[in-house]
């Protein structure tokens, strides 16, 4: 398996337009995660899904902030409208889900620059 | 409130000595913690873990203990060597959630 993909790399943006991040999930994994990570508060869980189903949204900051899964390999989180404060790198990770006694595998990640 | 917590954003270690990395959860819940190590543009890579039935683990060179009475984690790395040089994070998983929770990392740097 190629690992947990990302899409795109990089992004800049300006402020106000709508950013869409992209993530495929390990083949065969439940659980899917969105982090992200910053300076101050290092790697904030955003959300998380079990099985395609959204379980814990609690760390989405904004209603800006929105995930969608709409098949077991494919997941995004979009943004809008964008704000220079959401500059930061965001981590899709997977993981199989046994009793949560396993590690969640990540992607490289998207580096999101607002200006 | 961060649930899982470093306080040490970065350490400075001779290579060939020992390096600890600390890390504090104040959840109690918590029943499995793992080490991620994250070199730049890359993601964090699974390192070492621990469930709470056992106070260390050890493999290789990396060691983790764990004292639940006092809910504080510690990363041992002996010797320590340039490749070691990255940002560590510390988390911590609640097994009935399946949630991943990270600390903010420390920035070890090995020096020669």
């Known amino acids: 398996d190629a690992g947990v993909i990302q899409s795109p790399r990089h992004e800049v943006t300006e402020m106000g337009q709508e950013v869409t991040l992209r993530c495929k999930p390990i083949s065969g994994h439940d659980y899917l995660f969105w982090y992200r990570q910053t300076m101050m508060r290092g790697l904030e869980l955003l959300i998380y899904f079990n099985n395609n189903v959204p379980i814990d949204d609690s760390g989405m900051p904004e209603d800006r902030f929105s995930a969608k899964m709409p098949n077991a390999s494919f997941s995004t989180l979009k943004i809008q409208p964008s704000e220079p404060r959401d500059s930061a790198v965001y981590f899709c990770?997977?993981?199989?889900?046994?009793?949560?006694?396993?590690?969640?595998?990540f992607g490289q990640g998207t580096r999101l620059t607002v200006v | 409130d961060q649930q899982v917590k470093q306080n040490s954003p970065s350490l400075s270690v001779q290579e060939g000595r020992i390096s600890i990395l600390n890390c504090d959860y104040t959840?109690?819940?918590?029943?499995?913690f793992l080490w991620y190590k994250k070199y730049p543009a890359e993601g964090p890579t699974f390192l070492i873990s621990i469930s709470s039935i056992k106070d260390k683990n050890e493999d290789g060179r990396f060691t983790v203990f764990l004292n639940k009475s006092a809910k504080h984690l510690s990363l041992h790395i002996v010797p320590s060597q340039p490749g070691d040089s990255a940002v560590y994070f510390c988390a911590a998983s609640d097994s009935s959630a399946s949630k991943i929770i990270f600390g903010s990392g420390t920035r070890l740097s090995i020096r020669p």
């Open positions: 959840n109690s819940m918590f029943d499995y």
């Open positions: 990770a997977s993981s199989l889900g046994t009793g949560g006694w396993t590690e969640a595998f």
